[in-house]
């Protein structure tokens, strides 16, 4: 393996070519330093989220990973700030193309395919909305 967190770069590839109707799909790296205020909507964040050890061999040379992808559409909608209803009407339709644009998706031949993982809640700020949905994949690691 080259680079563990070689992953972002397919995903993000992946998503801005399956989803349409959005502004920008973002890494941690483009969203550093950028006030929310200025921020694109909607959007989708491509999060590295950690890992968790799976299996090992060879004396511990050897190791299995599960990685956790995280993706969250940012949306902002000013219309129902209390409800959150009219964020929740746009955000939908961008999670379910999440889904499908990722769903089973294998980013390369040194991943497994994407399955869902367990997410976070939901998060709303200042008219926005952010709603995130996690993948795992496996990847095998090898000491020199």
């Not at 680079?3 to 109707?21: K, S």
């Not at 889904?99 to 939901?122: D, I, M």
């Not at 700020?125 to 952010?130: D, K, L, N, P, V």
């Amino acid at each position: 393996m080259v680079n563990y967190l070689g992953a972002e770069p397919l995903l993000i590839a992946r998503l801005q070519a399956q989803v349409p109707g959005v502004k920008a799909v973002l890494s941690a790296a483009d969203l550093a330093g950028v006030a929310e205020s200025k921020q694109q909507t909607p959007a989708l964040h491509v999060l590295f989220r950690g890992y968790r050890p799976t299996r090992t061999s060879g004396e511990g040379r050897v190791q299995e990973t599960e990685q956790t992808w995280q993706v969250v559409v940012a949306v902002k909608n000013l219309r129902s700030p209390q409800t959150g209803e009219h964020a929740r009407e746009e955000a939908g339709p961008l999670l379910a193309a999440v889904l499908a644009a990722l769903q089973g998706w294998r980013p390369s031949a040194e991943h497994t395919p994407l399955t869902l993982a367990a997410g976070a809640a939901p998060g709303f700020s200042r008219g926005y909305a952010y709603f995130p949905v996690a993948f795992g994949t496996n990847v095998v690691t090898r000491a020199s």
